[in-house]
């Protein structure tokens, strides 16, 4: 059986002391590299880390024609000065369904794109009609021809959208897309997620007229041309949100920085509510969990509702807190496979459709479990902090995807968890 890594996790006490979460490079990093294409010229990325899945986008973007290196060992350049060419190939971008982001800066561009269908985590039945749907309102022909999506927009035009569902990925391709459309788009029902008010804050640097980013209207006037710029990538909050819920499983004390309470502001509420007390820091948050924490019920929601990136590891927290908790996910509809590997660890979850019930026990019990997704891996890990004996998280590579070093950033805080064979031990190979 091919080697794709493994975690080795054994409980070790409570945590403490101070971590520094990453960039968020897998859910803004790679979206600001893709905005990189709208100009012609250099774009730095910083606060960025080779994790796998910005290894396939400097793939993809090399495949369109630009230049890709990596200038420090969390800094990248992309120049695309030269000619872009508007075809993200199959093997590529079927391997990450960011990719798709390539699709909006590539018709501003080219004014038009073959890419491929993405792929991505096996998190349920994920679309793209709204993409079409907006894109075609600012003038684009798209049809799927053999597994690519063909889009053709002599002149994109600005149009109003209203978007079915505040889709992070619909609402990011639109605004990159009208940016250079003739005319002012205006996004309605847009996500409000910090990454696309991140992405937007880049658009605006690089010259382009984006207002209302972080509420429900976007509106975009178009520009004739952008240029590149420097770019600081926000911290990633869901790997705060990560140590926050590894710190209610195992108790302690630590800090987290390089991120906001702000991005984070339901997740501390619900804990608080659970019984740990998090805090803004300086440089971040604090958190302390002195006891073991409450059950509370958690539906996921778009942002500023409680993040679903979040919710495998806060059933994780669940399974070791005190009562039962109802969970419900409204964002993807099959999210909840996981459940089954921890409960290999004797943690007392049953699903129905969008529904989980979890009972709390005070231990779980460690075992040999599989990551199926990079959330569903990170939650399995941290579930090990509270569970007798070994886990041995198989399928390490789906978590390499969106964390720089897991296992080295919760050994900091004192747990017990060695990142094992494998590919690429997350976080240990530079650039
Ligand atoms: N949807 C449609 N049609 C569309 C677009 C989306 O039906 O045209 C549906 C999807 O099927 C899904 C829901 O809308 O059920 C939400 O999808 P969204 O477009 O918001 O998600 P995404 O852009 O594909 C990003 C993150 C995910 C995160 C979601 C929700 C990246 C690379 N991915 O995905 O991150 O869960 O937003 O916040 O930014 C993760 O980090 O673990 C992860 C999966």
């Known amino acids: 059986m091919e080697d794709r890594g493994a975690f080795v996790v054994r409980s070790n006490g409570p945590l403490s002391g ?12 790679l979206k600001q590299m893709a905005a990189a294409l709208l100009a012609p010229g250099a774009t730095t990325l910083r606060n960025v880390d ?6 396939v986008m400097i793939d993809v973007v090399r495949a369109l024609g630009a230049a890709v290196e990596w200038v420090g060992p969390h800094e990248i350049r992309v120049d695309a000065s030269g000619e872009i060419t508007g075809e993200a190939p199959y093997e590529l971008v079927t391997r990450m369904r960011a990719s798709i982001n390539v699709l909006g ?15 991505g985590d096996n998190i349920g039945n994920r679309k793209l009609d709204m993409h079409f749907r907006g894109l075609e309102a600012m003038g684009a022909e798209l049809s799927v021809v053999r597994g690519f999506i063909e889009a053709r927009a002599p002149v994109l035009t600005g149009a109003r959208v209203v978007l079915e569902f505040p889709s992070v990925g619909a609402t990011e391709n639109l605004l990159t897309a009208a940016v250079l459309a003739k005319g002012t788009s205006v996004i309605e029902n847009a996500a409000r997620e910090p990454e696309i008010t991140a992405l937007a804050a880049m658009l605006n640097r690089m010259g382009a007229r984006v207002f209302g980013a972080g509420s429900s209207t976007i509106e975009v006037e178009g520009v004739e041309e952008v240029a590149g710029v420097d770019v600081e990538v926000m911290g990633d909050r869901i790997e705060a949100g990560t140590y926050l819920m590894a710190c209610g499983i195992a108790g302690g004390e630590i800090t987290i920085e390089g991120t906001s309470l702000h991005h984070l502001e339901l997740v501390a509420r619900k804990l ?20 073991r924490l409450r059950a509370a019920d958690i539906a996921t929601l778009p942002f500023p509702g409680f993040a679903t990136d979040y919710m495998p590891l806060a059933v994780a927290l669940l399974s ?30 049953r699903t129905e459709g969008r529904h989980a019930v979890v ?35 198989f399928d390490r590579h789906h978590v390499d995807r969106g964390y720089r070093d897991l296992a080295g950033s919760l050994r900091s805080l004192g747990a017990d968890v060695e990142a094992v064979g494998a590919d690429r031990p997350s976080g240990e190979e530079g650039p």
């Open 18 to 29: 101070t971590v520094r979460v990453a960039g968020a490079t897998k859910n803004a990093g």
């Open 359 to 393: 009972r709390g026990k005070p231990r779980l019990s460690g075992a040999p479990v599989r990551a199926l997704d990079v959330r569903a891996g990170a939650a399995l890990v941290i579930a090990g902090l509270a569970a007798d004996g070994e886990t041995v998280v």
């Open 272 to 291: 608080g509510e659970m019984g740990m007390r998090v805090s803004a820091a300086p440089s971040g948050l604090w958190a302390r969990a002195d006891e």
């Open 105 to 119: 800066p590539l018709l501003g561009r080219c004014g038009s794109a073959r890419v491929a269908m993405p792929g």
């Open 320 to 349: 070791v807190a005190d009562g039962t908790a109802i969970v419900t996910e409204n964002i993807f509809d099959n999210r909840f496979s996981f459940v089954d590997e921890l409960n290999r660890m004797d943690a007392d979850i």
């Open 50 to 55: 080779p994790v796998a899945d910005l290894d």
